[in-house]
């Protein structure tokens, strides 16, 4: 896989709820550039060529160790218990990636550690944090674009839109250190798009701060699912914690 970097729309008042304008305008805005849809290699009826558009999805877990009735000791207390993030992406090859952000550890297993998680290991979902949208192409990068949404568990499974994003991937190179010049400069054209845009919303799109893979010991020089998952998880915490920070905001 290529090296990748995650941008979202950044409102121009903190809190503000997200907009479907800001997200029509990103796609307007990638059509512009030249971005073209991209296509699955699935064929039906017979028919020769792409048969659909492709489809960008990534789940993002928050699962959190639970206490049965028998497990109430003392020595145990909510805040000492574990949590992981357990990321799932379409093109992950069947395969997820628990991210551990306490102990900086990655893990790869098969897509089927989620339900072992909650049926064998006492685990239950905390959220459900999912960025799906389409997938687009323009020379030799792949532009995911679309929303994030926040499903909570217990809560009739209510769905929250926490906001859109733009997700840029390099494929020719799997070398952060060779590829990020590439994409700064197409994120640069992207953003300098945007901002030209008589069409433009209040806001901006804006990159998430850059991670330090070197903190995280099993991660080496080439990108790979393991870092993307890395990034995921850095940015579903951000947004949860915009989100809390919003919702105590309003209730002052």
Known sequence: MGVRWLLWWKPAIAGSPPSTENEKFLESVLEKLGCKQKYTPERS??????????????????????LDDSSSRADVSPAGLREVWLVQTLDANNLCHLVDSRKLSVLEADNGMLQMLEHKLE???????????RQLVKGDFVVRQGSVTLTMPGNHNTTTVLGHIVEVEYLPLSCPTIANPMLKEFVQLLQARCNADPAKPAGSLQPF??????????????????????????????FLKQGRQDRQGRNQ
Not at 49 to 62: D, F, M, Q, S, V
Not at 123 to 133: N, Q
């Open 209 to 238: 701060a850059p991670i330090d893979f070197k903190r995280w010991p099993s991660l080496g020089p080439t990108f790979t699912f393991e870092h993307y998952s890395v990034m995921c998880v850095e940015m579903m915490t951000q």
């Open 45 to 66: 009826s017979g028919a020769r060529g792409p048969t659909g558009h492709a489809k960008y999805e990534t789940k993002c877990y928050l699962l959190r160790q639970q």
């Open 123 to 133: 685990y239950g979902i905390k959220a459900c944090i999912t960025l799906s949208g």
